[in-house]
């Protein structure tokens, strides 16, 4: 029976349905995992707005992708969480569009933060001397606007295409709310919606070839020296293997869930559908920020001065 969109709709969420019997070891290490990305992500963040040396465009950069962290698994977390402890996993249809809205824009806004993060490696080495010329406060400013606001009219426009939607199911297979599993139950025609999926599919890949362009001209200009070369290794590999990783499990979780067979066993389902979520709010501050010279400095700093207080 075709049921209509509504706030009193709830949707059932059935990735759980597996993980009744250990829920409690399972909510204490996702909460343990979740405290973790809070900390890691907020002391970066902090180091980087107290520490007036690290006012640079490159850790600004740094600093947006951590509030994007904070940002995408607040939307994630707290509700997983509390369906470890509820013997029913069920969200409502506004929650649900709110989360689906919260965890795309955190997933786009990881891309193109890593987009201009790749621009400003690319500038800095590149044309070093014309850095500070190019790179200003203004621009800087752009680059971060641009970073949040691309996503939120992306995902916009993907919300407003799924609540015109009626829908004929209530029952989602995952731990979250996306993109693909409302619109398989939709009761109409939903090529508008593939449409504009396919189009997002193509800015995705266009934004992933201008960061491996970026990062082919700073290896073509580093690899005459081995000084340089080594420098750039330090800086933008752990960037590039980022890079990859994220755009494989995006692009896994996308096809698997058009696509994918439902053989495969739901906690590894779970595990690879979320690997997006917890492995660049995880690594991202702690590959970056202990990465980079200036900001091991003053973790440093701030480590012995309060150990020398607490003595």
């Not at 029976?1 to 709709?9: A, C, D, G, R, V």
């Amino acid at each position: 029976m075709e049921k209509q969109n509504s706030s009193y709709t709830v949707f059932t969420l059935s990735g759980l349905n597996e993980s009744k019997t250990n829920k409690y070891i399972y909510f204490t290490f996702t909460l343990l995992g979740y405290l973790f990305i809070i900390f890691v992500n907020s002391t970066l963040i902090v180091i980087i707005a107290l520490e007036k040396t690290l006012h640079e465009p490159m850790y600004f950069f740094l600093c947006n992708l951590s509030v994007n962290a904070l940002y995408g698994t607040g939307g994630f977390f707290p509700k997983l969480l509390f369906d470890f402890l509820s013997d029913t996993h069920v969200i409502s249809y506004s929650g649900c569009l709110l989360q689906m809205f919260v965890i795309y824009t955190f997933s786009v806004c990881e891309l193109t933060n890593l987009t201009v993060m790749a621009y400003d490696r690319y500038v800095a080495i590149c044309r070093p001397l014309g850095y500070h010329a190019i790179m200003t406060p203004l621009t800087t400013g752009k680059l971060i606007l641009f970073a949040w606001i691309f996503p939120f009219c992306c995902v916009c426009i993907f919300v407003l295409l799924i609540f015109r939607l009626p829908l004929c199911g209530l029952h989602i297979k995952k731990l979250y709310c996306d993109n693909w599993s409302i619109v398989k139950l939709s009761c109409v025609d939903t090529t508008v919606n593939n449409v504009y999926g396919c189009v997002l599919m193509g800015i995705f890949f266009a934004l992933f070839l201008f960061i491996l362009f970026s990062y082919m001209k700073i290896l073509r200009v580093c690899h005459t020296s081995t000084i340089a070369m080594s420098k750039c290794m330090q800086t933008c590999l752990p960037h590039l293997l980022m890079v990859i990783n994220y755009s494989v499990a995006v692009l896994f979780d996308i096809m698997y869930s058009r696509y994918g067979s439902s053989d495969m066993p739901q906690v590894l389902h779970n595990l690879l559908s979320v690997e997006f979520l917890i492995i660049p709010p995880v690594f991202n501050p702690v590959i970056y920020g202990l990465n980079l010279q200036k900001i091991r400095n003053k973790v440093t700093r701030m480590c012995s001065r309060n150990k020398i207080i607490h003595t």
